[in-house]
């Protein structure tokens, strides 16, 4: 990771490190919106128009098919099921840590 980010990604003491070791005390879900992400490190891909560290490219369709069913809002898609996946994702990952949705 050091590698992909360099000076941008924070170092750590090992007393910093040690404090910071599974401390998790809970996790905040803010969820707006839906997208595709394709890796931009190990797949090829055209960089987003907005590139970020995370080299990824984001897209709301797949193959000309969108994401969900289109909103008033532009480029925005409503996909119910995506808050459940995120739910059931974080509580496998983080080992039931508790969760705030707001």
Request: aromatic content about 10%; some cysteine; hydrophobic content about 35%.
């Amino acid at each position: 990771m050091r590698q992909i980010l360099g000076p941008n990604l924070p170092k750590f003491t090992e007393g910093e490190k040690k404090l910071l070791k599974n401390q998790i005390d809970f996790i905040g879900v803010n969820h707006y919106q839906t997208f595709y992400v394709k890796d931009c490190i190990y797949s090829p891909c055209d960089m987003d128009a907005y590139p970020s560290e995370a080299l990824v490219s984001i897209s709301t369709e797949r193959n000309g098919i969108p994401i969900g069913k289109p909103t008033p809002v532009a480029n925005t898609y409503a996909v119910p099921s995506s808050m459940e996946k995120l739910v059931m994702y974080l509580n496998q990952r983080y080992k039931n840590i508790p969760l705030y949705i707001t």
